[in-house]
């Protein structure tokens, strides 16, 4: 099947256009929420503007094979990190589980870090390929406003998983 990414990738454009809005999150995993929200417009904008580019004439992805890889390991960390916060989400609820809530939320938040490094060095690999000058400039401006997240001190983060780890002396995840 085909799947149809003119349409929302349009609509990225016309968000990159407009006059960036400062949104305030709330909720629980509200921050990660919008990560996940963001990676996708991130998604949309390279892949959207490279698939302009080879409809106007002036890119072959067929030829181009490192534009198609660095936005399909975007895409492996946008499907991992929405899945990620789904199941952090589901196992919020639960009563039993075999490690605190608090290490599946440090999985999740550190994980989100890392993964907005990658969409950032991937989506910025990708658009380098391919536009240059004025063009280059905007849409990098765009990654960089799609891929942001809050720091985390993921070497914290990281001890806790380890510690639920080694108290459980199994992988209990």
Known sequence: GQIDITGPAWAVQKELAAM??????????????????????????????????????????????????????????????????????????????????EVYDAILRTFLHDATARMLKNGGDALASFAEGDLLRTLLMGLKRFTKYPPVNVRNNRRQIAAALIEANRYCF
Not at 39 to 49: D, H
Not at 50 to 75: F, P, R, S
Not at 88 to 93: A, D, G, I, M
């Open 20 to 101: 960036p809005v400062m949104e305030t999150v709330a909720g629980p995993y509200g921050e990660e929420k919008k990560a996940v929200a963001d990676f996708k417009k991130a998604v949309l904008m390279v892949a959207g503007a490279a698939v302009k580019l080879q409809m106007d004439g002036q890119l072959n992805l067929k030829v181009e094979q490192e534009v198609v890889m660095n936005i399909a390991d975007m895409l492996i960390d946008l499907f991992l990190a929405e899945s990620l916060l789904l199941r952090v989400e589901k196992l919020s609820t639960l009563g039993q589980k075999p490690a605190g809530q």
